[in-house]
């Protein structure tokens, strides 16, 4: 009796095996197959018991793993192709009677169509996934250039953070956004609903800037790290931030706690994100700066380029603000393709603000349509004069920039020549080399 529910018992494990398993004889005649060999030929078990390999070799597949067994008597591995399109991966074992006489052949076989399947599926998922977040990243930084791959990745690991409540140091010289960015952590965050505060540790003195953070019981004020207690607060130029002022800071930081200025223990909770235009890590190692605040601010840190590192941002830059200022100030000017060439030559050490200052007042005080070279100022004109190491080029420089020059203003070679007090042909050759390239 028992027998029989074993029988029933082995009967569901076989059926149930999402491999293949086919048994055969010592002859090859097929004894047992499980439901999965109608998935992988397309035939029914019943349809296949009592059929021999060697007639099922070729038209259901191939190459036979039992076949090999019956040959060599011992374990095969092997790669089948089935007749359905499915690529099997078989482990066939030969069954020995007590006296070492082979007796039965058992297969078992894995699809790895249905991996290469699960990983098309995976990789076309992980794709979807890919393209949502770039919706989402063009859709939340719409209002910020980025066509440079170092300041797209500056914007994905934004986006990436901005949900969390990791302090965040951004650091990078004057002008390249560093503000900005913060302000879009904070808008991105949780955090949206509650005021976001910045505080420059730079702009006030050592006394001020302690009572602006953390208040005066002599004048009764509130500092702002209370204040913005539940929202995001934005030290800039931490690297400013007096040594003393320092471990105050960290305090807070480390014991999520701020004793008031009435004296009570207020438990905190403040996103802090910090903007540094120096290296603090050399600032720890000259003793200018807290190595343990360091560290506690260096959670997650943003490094946003200059400007004059990713060029590509330049002109989309340009574009951007002209329009802005168009706008703003009721103007059509565009900017000759030699301005933008310059634009693109030039250092920008104050970076984008320096930029938008400059078009600022382009738009506003020029009377032409189109801005030309000369109605720059000379640093930027000879921007590129400016790189060049030695003399012979600094030389090609200064001929380049005088040739633009005047081209730009004159659009004849006849005139840049005139003007230059040079022959004709040799201004069209320096017009070639310089522009038409
Ligand atoms: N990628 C950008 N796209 C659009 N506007 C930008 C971009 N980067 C900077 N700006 C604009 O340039 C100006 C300067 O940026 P911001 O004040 O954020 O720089 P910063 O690094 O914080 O400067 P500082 O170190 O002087 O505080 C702002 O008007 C800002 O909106």
């Known amino acids: 009796m028992e027998e029989k529910y074993d029988n029933e018992l082995l009967t569901e494990i076989v059926d149930h095996f999402s491999d293949e398993i086919f048994v055969t ?133 934004t986006l990436k953070i901005a949900r969390t409540d990791t302090t965040v140091l951004i650091s990078g010289e004057t002008g390249v956004g560093k503000n900005m960015m913060a302000k879009k952590i904070h808008s991105l965050s949780h955090r949206n609903q509650s005021p976001y505060k910045e505080v420059n540790c730079a702009n006030l003195s050592n006394l001020a800037l302690d009572m602006e953070l953390f208040g005066s019981k002599d004048y009764g004020v509130r500092g702002i790290i209370e204040l913005t207690n539940g929202s995001t607060l934005y030290l800039d130029e931490i690297d400013e931030m007096p040594y003393d002022m320092q471990s105050k800071l960290l305090n807070v930081l480390e014991n999520q706690q701020l004793v008031t200025q009435g004296n009570n223990k207020v438990e905190m909770d403040i996103r802090f994100l910090v903007s540094t235009r120096k290296n603090l890590e050399e600032l720890v190692k000259e003793g200018k700066f807290r190595e343990d605040l360091y560290y506690r601010l260096n959670v ?125 042909s040799s201004a069209i050759r320096k017009i070639k080399k310089y522009i038409n390239q």
């Open 300 to 424: 997650i840190p943003i490094k946003v380029p200059p400007l004059r590192e990713r060029k590509e941002d330049v002109s989309p830059l340009a574009f951007y603000f002209l329009n802005q200022l168009n706008e703003k100030y009721g103007q059509t000017v565009s900017l000759s393709p030699i301005v933008m060439n310059a634009f693109f030559e030039y250092e920008w050490a104050g970076n984008v603000r320096e930029m938008r200052n400059l078009l600022e007042k382009l738009v506003i005080t020029s009377d032409t349509s189109e801005i030309k070279l000369d109605q720059l100022p000379p640093n930027i004109k000879a921007g590129s004069i400016s790189h060049a190491k030695s003399l012979p080029d600094k030389l090609e420089q200064l001929e380049r920039y005088l040739i633009i020059e005047s081209y730009d203003l004159y659009k004849s070679s006849y005139k840049v020549a005139e003007s230059l007090g040079i022959s004709q």
């Open 25 to 157: 004889d010592n002859m090859g005649t097929v004894l047992l197959v499980n439901e999965v060999c109608e998935y992988n030929y397309g035939i029914p078990a019943e349809q296949l018991i009592g059929k021999n390999i060697k007639e099922l070799e070729d038209s259901l597949f191939y190459p036979s793993a039992t076949i090999e067994v019956l040959k060599r008597e011992r374990p095969v591995e092997i790669m089948q192709r089935t007749t359905r399109g499915k690529r099997l991966f078989v482990k066939s074992r030969p069954i020995f009677n007590d006296e070492g006489k082979l007796l039965r052949v058992i297969s078992y076989a894995r699809d790895l169509t249905i991996n290469s399947e699960l990983q098309q599926r995976i990789n076309l998922l992980e794709k979807q996934l890919k393209e949502n977040d770039q919706d989402k990243q063009d859709q939340e930084f719409k209002d910020v250039i980025a066509q440079s791959e170092s300041m797209k990745n500056v914007l994905k690991l």
